[in-house]
């Protein structure tokens, strides 16, 4: 029989932290039940509200702190912390490096795994980071309004420090709500499919400076559209490509498909490693330009590339890994399952003088059970997944090319240390350490690499 939950809604009394949550709550427990409330650090007393109890868990708030933790980080403020754009910002940055850190090792013995994880490599100055905002909007006291969604729901709170944006976004973002306000473009309704303007997004080159203004429209036309384009350029000079992007699904995905330049170029370009790349508004570009040069350079010296080696990128997006790598192998081979990022990765070989990298355009579960069957004997594969990870047919397909390596850029331990068990029966061992890198700090993100080497 289901055992009764020992608390109720609106019970308050006090508790200590004993855990974190893969989420960033604190979890504080009541005769083994467990309740999990937001801003909360392990080691803290609080005394705690009950907010909801649900079967086998139940749902607090945090009414006082009675203890604080040294590793509590106290220069964030209230609005960020309520939001869920950064989870776990109340945390201060060593606490959170360390978190992930022991996220990765906890997921790997679940799955008795037995491998070394390494101390994250961390940001010196993890805020700000974000080259790319997709920011909800919604009407609130009859305007347009911009901020992000209150941690766990659809109800927009009203910001305008991202914290974890490039600041000059944060500026462009409140810019373009002004403009909108100006001419009384009405925002989405997502319980009516109602309204213009479901989303802002702006995509910033850190070095190049140039701006890229999505405006995602449920409907078909943005009315005044010209106007908005002169005040956005005039407004904001960095700006070189304005893009409404259409889309009328009932969704929480972003992005529709169809993408209506109405000035300016249709791609904006950055650079990595020295290297030019263009990149449109549906393709994928890693999010912290100031931690992805790290990120490429770890998973090709781990790859331990002598210039001689065929290779498959996997997942390849616009062509960034790939062409990073390309004066340091014989050949490499992508492959992306978005045609926009493809034409831009085929683009951004031609813009490097890249000679030895090519690009297709399908599911990468597909394309390496194809290669495999037509007997391509890669010596590297590189696989950077979404974070559903790898498919077991991938897999089997990878290992039976039987590469000397296989790297994994994993933005989500859990699906990579499922991933790895079936890799390791599949003939792999893990050479040297995890290694984890903090591409995504103050939020629970945690991405990292891992070598595996054919027995
Ligand atoms: C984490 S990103 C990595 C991209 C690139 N390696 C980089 O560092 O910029 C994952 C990429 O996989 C693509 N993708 C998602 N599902 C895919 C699939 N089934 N087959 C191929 N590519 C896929 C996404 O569009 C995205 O570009």
Known sequence: MKKKAPVVKNQEFDATVIDLTYEGNGVVKVDDFPIFVANAVPG???????????GTYA???VIKTLKESADRNKDVDVATLTTGIAPLAHLNYDAQLRFKQNQIQELFKKQHVDVEVS??????????YRNKAQIPTRELRGELTTGFF??????LMPIEDFYIQDPEIDKAIVVIRDILRKYHIPAYNEFEHTGVIRNIMVRRGYYSHEMMVVLVTRSK?????EMIVADIREALPEVKSIIQNVNQEKTNVILGEKNNTLWGKDVITDTLFGKKFVIGPNSFYQVNPQTTETLYQLAADKAGLTGDEEVIDAYSGIGTISLTIADRVKSVLGVEVVPGAVDDAK????INGVNNAKFELGKAEEKMVEWHEAGM????????????G??????DAATGMEPEKFVYISCNPATLARDTVQILENGYHIQGPVQPIDQFPQTTHIESVTVFVKD
Do not use: C, Q, W, Y
């Not at 803290?44 to 649900?54: L, P």
């Not at 209150?150 to 109800?155: E, I, K, V």
């Not at 036309?221 to 559209?225: F, L, M, T």
């Not at 683009?347 to 031609?350: F, K, Q, T, Y």
């Open 119 to 128: 101390e994250t490599l961390g940001m010196e100055n993890p805020t700000g």
């Open 44 to 54: 803290e007393e609080i005394r705690v509200g009950i907010t909801k109890v649900a």
């Open 390 to 395: 790898l498919t077991p047919e991938l897999i």
């Open 377 to 388: 004997r890669p010596d590297v594969i590189f696989v950077d997944p979404p974070r559903k």
């Open 150 to 155: 209150r941690r766990g729901s659809h109800n």
């Open 221 to 225: 036309k943005v009315p005044g559209a």
């Open 347 to 350: 683009r951004n070989a031609d």
């Open 59 to 61: 749902f607090g708030r």
